[in-house]
């Protein structure tokens, strides 16, 4: 099984400001990595695969990048909406596709 | 607009049999390419997939958990379902529905809905 690992587990930061998360393969997945975006009360929304595309309507704000093994989640400046827990899934292996722990990003 | 929405009982007793419904509307369940899913989450093992659907009925399964998973589709119906045999506490947890195409991520959920195992 591919482990996901994410850090920071939490991420505090202030509106306006800019928030780096990472996430971490076990083993590589090429580019073949999920960022979704959970707040509380709802279901996880999908923000960016392919590790670089957004998903349709996502704002320009949010950007994925990396490759192999690392990856990374910026959100250029951070709005109010943005405060909420981010999971990223590899989907390289299935049937074994699996999810990180999340980051939760709070308000300094 | 597509939407998902699961249901079935939100209370299973140990060793029994959790069984649950996802109603899909505001698209076709036919469509071509897309998958159903179910994913679960705890605040344990966070989230989970448990296993996939086409609406031919062809399945993949989550290999953990592939002994007590039963997936089916009911195109006519345009509702797909999940059978988890012998649950324990351990499957405690928040159920969701999804879509996806095939070996992509999941662009579509459901509201989720609680499944407590306990006697």
């Known amino acids: 099984e591919i482990v996901m690992t994410q850090s920071p587990a939490t991420l505090s930061v202030s509106p306006g400001e800019r928030a780096t998360l990472s996430c971490r393969a076990s083993q590589s997945v090429g580019t073949n990595l999920a960022w979704y975006q959970q707040k509380p009360g709802q279901s996880p929304r999908l923000l960016i695969f392919g590790a670089f595309t957004r998903a349709t309507g996502l704002p320009a704000r949010f950007s994925g990048s990396g490759s192999g093994t690392e990856f990374t989640l910026t959100v250029s400046s951070l709005q109010s909406d943005d405060f909420a827990i981010y999971y990223c899934q590899q989907y390289n292996y299935w049937p074994s596709s699996t999810f990180g722990p999340g980051t939760k990003v709070d308000i300094k | 607009q597509l939407q998902l929405q699961e249901s079935g009982p939100g209370l299973v007793k140990p060793s029994e049999t959790l069984s649950l419904t996802c109603t899909v509307s505001?698209?076709?369940?036919?469509?071509?390419?897309?998958?159903w899913a179910w994913i679960r989450q705890t605040p344990g093992k966070g989230l989970e997939w448990i296993g996939s659907?086409?609406?031919?009925?062809?399945?993949d399964y989550n290999p953990s958990l592939k002994s007590r998973i039963i997936i089916s589709v009911d195109t006519s119906k345009k509702q797909f379902s999940l059978k988890l045999s012998s649950v324990t506490a351990a499957d405690t947890a928040v159920y969701y529905c999804?879509?996806?195409?095939?070996?992509?991520?999941?662009?579509?959920w459901g509201q989720g809905t609680l499944v407590t195992v306990s006697s």
């Open positions: 505001g698209g076709s369940i036919s469509r071509s390419s897309y998958y």
């Open positions: 659907i086409y609406y031919t009925g062809s399945t």
């Open positions: 999804a879509r996806h195409l095939n070996r992509e991520p999941f662009d579509s």
